[in-house]
Structures are given as structure tokens and as C-alpha cells.
């Protein structure tokens, strides 16, 4: 009898981590989805107001575990925003540009010794600029390799209230986003994690860049971010007795 205790206590306790892990592994989709919600709110601002949007340079990849003793803690992957080669030129097409000639000029200097593959989206760009020229000036310019442009051949992006500063600085953006989402996400995901008042949630975010093998040292650019709440605010939350608002507040962020 005493046996058979100990074996049924045995497959309790098997039972029981393999529950905590497969609640953990759901955890870890939560916060992947976050992160692709939070890129994805920043690449529908970005798209509607230039032509080229950045994009994401890979998945996020997420890996959760429990120290005994602390919490749960996970470790997310952000891949990198990567921008589009012709994004130098966002301000010469949604900007008031006066010496369009010039600007043109040094345009058709870049697309000639710049790699074939890049030349088409350089030469849009030319085309967008020349319609602006011929808005503000009848004298038209030329693009390289292209006749003159009308306004029936090049559509007007639209004037649109994205923030500025999403468009100054879409990788502070994206960070901004992808901060929010995951707040969100340990806020309002992780009852079935079962946190000790006692206990933290910590999320430790990072950039997921491939380190350059020529420069294996060069890591001045990578940051982390940690996240830490406490189960006892993740439990007030679930009960009523905190807004969301407020549980955000409770949410410490670091940066490193």
C-alpha cells in the first residue's frame, strides 16, 4: 500500500509539471503574438503613408521557464525592423522640397552605381518627385531611363494623421508598440500561469539580430528590455480590484 501511494504521488506530481509546462508553452504564444501585433500596428501606420513600409526582419522566437524561488520568466526574440532602401527619400516625396532639379540630379548619381535589383524602386521614387515638381513648378524633370511623368501616370499618396513621429523614427516606433503589446499580454494572459502572490512575471525582450561574424564584438546597437509584474498585481487585476490602466503602472520596465 505504501508503494502503491508513493507511485500514484509520483504520477501526480509528472501530471502536475506537465501541466505547468504546457501552460507555459501557451504563455510563449501569447507573447509571440504580441510582438507580431505590436509590428503590425506599426507597419498599418508606416504603409498608409509612404509606398515602401519597413519590414520585419525574421519571427520572434520566445522560451519561458520557472525559477523556483522567483517567478516564471520568459526570454523574447524581436526581429529586427528593417527598413526599405528607399526610405533615405521619404522626405524628398512628403516633404516641401524648393531645388527639386538638384535633388534629381544627385538622384540619377545613386541609381547609376547602385545594385541593378535597387534601380526600379530608386526610379519610382524619381517619378513620385517629378510629379511634385510639376505641382509646384511646369517645368518637368526626367528620371533615368524614363520619359517625363504626368499627373495621369503617378498617383498622389494620400495626406494622412499618422503620428510624425512614427515616420521620423519607425524603430523607436516599433519599440513603443511592441512594449505595449507585451504589457498587455502579461496583464490579461497570464492567469493560467497560477503566480504566487509572492511570485514575478518577468519578460526579458531583445533585439533577435544575427551578429555579423566580421564584427563579432560590435554589440553597442542591441538592447534588452525587462518587464517584471508582481503575482499579487496580476491577481488584483483578475478580480476587479485594479483597472487595467492601473495594472500597467504596476508593470516595472527596464532597459538595458
Same mark, same amino acid.
Given at each position: 500500500?505504501?508503494?502503491?501511494?508513493?507511485?500514484?504521488?509520483?504520477?501526480?506530481?509528472?501530471?502536475?509539471?506537465?501541466?505547468?509546462?504546457?501552460?507555459?508553452?501557451?504563455?510563449?504564444?501569447? $507573447?509571440?503574438?504580441?510582438? =507580431?501585433?505590436?509590428?503590425?500596428?506599426?507597419?498599418?501606420?508606416?504603409?498608409?503613408?509612404?509606398?515602401? &513600409? &519597413?519590414?520585419?526582419?525574421?519571427?520572434p522566437e520566445v522560451h519561458g521557464f520557472r525559477l523556483d524561488g522567483y517567478g516564471i520568466f520568459f526570454d523574447v526574440g524581436v526581429p529586427m525592423l528593417r527598413l526599405p532602401v528607399t526610405w533615405p527619400l521619404r522626405t524628398l516625396i512628403t516633404s516641401d522640397n524648393r531645388d527639386l532639379e538638384s535633388v534629381a540630379a544627385?538622384?540619377?548619381? +545613386?541609381?547609376?552605381?547602385?545594385?541593378? @535589383?535597387?534601380? &526600379?524602386?530608386?526610379?519610382?521614387?524619381?517619378? @513620385? +518627385?517629378?510629379?511634385?515638381?510639376?505641382?509646384?513648378?511646369?517645368?518637368?524633370?526626367?528620371?533615368?531611363?524614363?520619359?517625363?511623368?504626368?499627373?495621369?501616370?503617378?498617383? #498622389?499618396?494620400?495626406?494622412?494623421?499618422v503620428d510624425a513621429r512614427v515616420i521620423d523614427n519607425p524603430a523607436e516606433g516599433y519599440t513603443r508598440e511592441v512594449k505595449a503589446a507585451l504589457i498587455d499580454a502579461m496583464?490579461?494572459?497570464?492567469? &493560467?500561469?497560477? $503566480?504566487?502572490?509572492?511570485?514575478? +512575471?518577468? #519578460?526579458?525582450?531583445?533585439?533577435?539580430?544575427?551578429?555579423?561574424?566580421?564584427?563579432?564584438?560590435?554589440?553597442?546597437?542591441?538592447?534588452?528590455?525587462?518587464? @517584471? #509584474? =508582481?503575482?499579487?498585481?496580476?491577481?488584483?487585476?483578475?478580480?476587479?480590484?485594479?483597472? +487595467?490602466?492601473?495594472?500597467?503602472? =504596476?508593470?516595472?520596465?527596464?532597459?538595458?
Open positions: 500500500m505504501m508503494l502503491t501511494g508513493s507511485v500514484v504521488a509520483a504520477q501526480q506530481a509528472d501530471d502536475s509539471q506537465v501541466r505547468a509546462r504546457q501552460r507555459i508553452a501557451m504563455m510563449e504564444g501569447t $507573447l509571440e503574438s504580441a510582438v =507580431k501585433i505590436g509590428a503590425e500596428n506599426l507597419l498599418r501606420q508606416v504603409r498608409s503613408a509612404v509606398p515602401d &513600409p &519597413p519590414m520585419l526582419a525574421g519571427y544627385e538622384l540619377k548619381q +545613386l541609381i547609376a552605381q547602385m545594385d541593378a @535589383r535597387y534601380q &526600379p524602386q530608386f526610379a519610382q521614387a524619381v517619378r @513620385r +518627385l517629378e510629379l511634385r515638381a510639376q505641382a509646384q513648378n511646369p517645368i518637368a524633370l526626367r528620371a533615368p531611363g524614363a520619359g517625363t511623368v504626368t499627373a495621369n501616370q503617378v498617383a #498622389v499618396a494620400p495626406q494622412t494623421n496583464i490579461e494572459n497570464s492567469g &493560467p500561469l497560477a $503566480l504566487r502572490p509572492d511570485e514575478w +512575471l518577468t #519578460v526579458a525582450a531583445r533585439d533577435n539580430v544575427p551578429r555579423d561574424p566580421l564584427s563579432p564584438g560590435d554589440t553597442t546597437d542591441f538592447s534588452t528590455i525587462i518587464f @517584471r #509584474v =508582481k503575482g499579487s498585481d496580476l491577481a488584483a487585476f483578475r478580480a476587479g480590484r485594479m483597472t +487595467l490602466e492601473e495594472a500597467r503602472q =504596476k508593470v516595472d520596465v527596464r532597459e538595458y
